[in-house]
């Protein structure tokens, strides 16, 4: 549902302060949003919201009443932001192995199967850090996403809207990433944007195919600053990819090092969603 003139002020207003971190919260890194996030893992399933984000894929059952109309494919959008999250917020088949609740937000989530049979070649250590952390082994979750606004890539949230445009349609392009020291392995920088445009509209230079038929469905943004009971208020368009993919690890490290985005690092996970009355229906 589309808000009136005065909705989408108020809306403005609030992601106006969300602007200033990234797409997935990065608040999560200062002990006022620590306290927070910890009085928000408990107490009863919000009431009121659209449905949520991340879920398990596999399971297409959903009881959330609000519907929305499913963004337009990512090509006939605006890509305004990439990022990604240690671990997949996420579940599926392919990526099923539970890492734990984490601790606000980083190290939960689940990770590929794959994850834990690669090669001693594989899991060699790069010869530089990555990201401010990562390893080969890690699982990661990227997510390109998209806007209905006229807007220009850049650092989190507030590249997805603006003032003339504050109540986007929102998709979030999504796949699963085993890292491996490995230069013959999917290469980031094929799926980075780099200043491409197509018919007028920012893209990336391209998303991973042979993952599997991307399972579309109705949710919300996520971040480890929401819960069951502290619940987003947006709205986005999923796409998920059932299968996990390799990815070169010091392709990563090499887009981290600088990106219109200023992502540098892993961001937390949101715990994963399992309340029916806060999933939609996969159709």
Request: hydrophobic share 30%; aromatic share 8%.
């Amino acid at each position: 549902m589309k808000l009136n003139f005065l909705g989408q002020s108020i809306l403005f207003a609030t992601l106006s302060v969300l602007a200033s971190t990234s797409f997935a919260s990065e608040a999560e890194h200062n002990s006022e949003h620590s306290t927070s996030h910890m009085a928000a893992t408990s107490g009863p399933a919000c009431k009121g919201f659209g449905p949520q984000t991340p879920r398990d894929i596999d399971g297409l059952t959903g009881k959330n009443p609000q519907t929305f109309s499913l963004a337009p494919k990512s090509n006939n959008m605006n890509l305004c932001n990439i990022h990604f999250h240690n671990n997949a917020e996420h579940k599926a088949k392919a990526f099923s192995i539970y890492a734990g609740a984490g601790e606000h937000g980083h190290g939960g989530g689940y990770q590929c199967n794959i994850s834990k049979h690669l090669s001693k070649a594989e899991l060699k250590k790069p010869a530089q850090k990555i990201c401010k952390g990562l390893k080969p082994g890690d699982t990661i979750e990227v997510h390109w996403v998209y806007t209905s606004c006229q807007t220009k890539p850049g650092h989190g949230l507030g590249s997805c809207l603006s003032k003339k445009c504050a109540n986007p349609d929102l998709r979030v392009e999504t796949q699963v990433f085993t890292l491996v020291n490995d230069s013959s392995a999917m290469n980031f920088n094929d799926f980075a944007y780099g200043g491409n445009m197509v018919k007028g509209r920012y893209q990336a230079k391209s998303l991973p195919k042979g993952t599997g038929h991307a399972v579309d469905f109705m949710g919300s943004t996520t971040g480890p600053k929401f819960t069951e009971s502290t619940c987003s208020p947006l709205q986005v368009t999923w796409a998920v990819r059932p299968h996990c993919a390799k990815l070169d690890i010091n392709s990563l490290g090499e887009w981290c090092k600088g990106n219109v985005f200023k992502e540098d690092h892993a961001h937390g996970v949101r715990k994963l969603v399992t309340n029916p009355k806060l999933l939609s229906n996969i159709k």
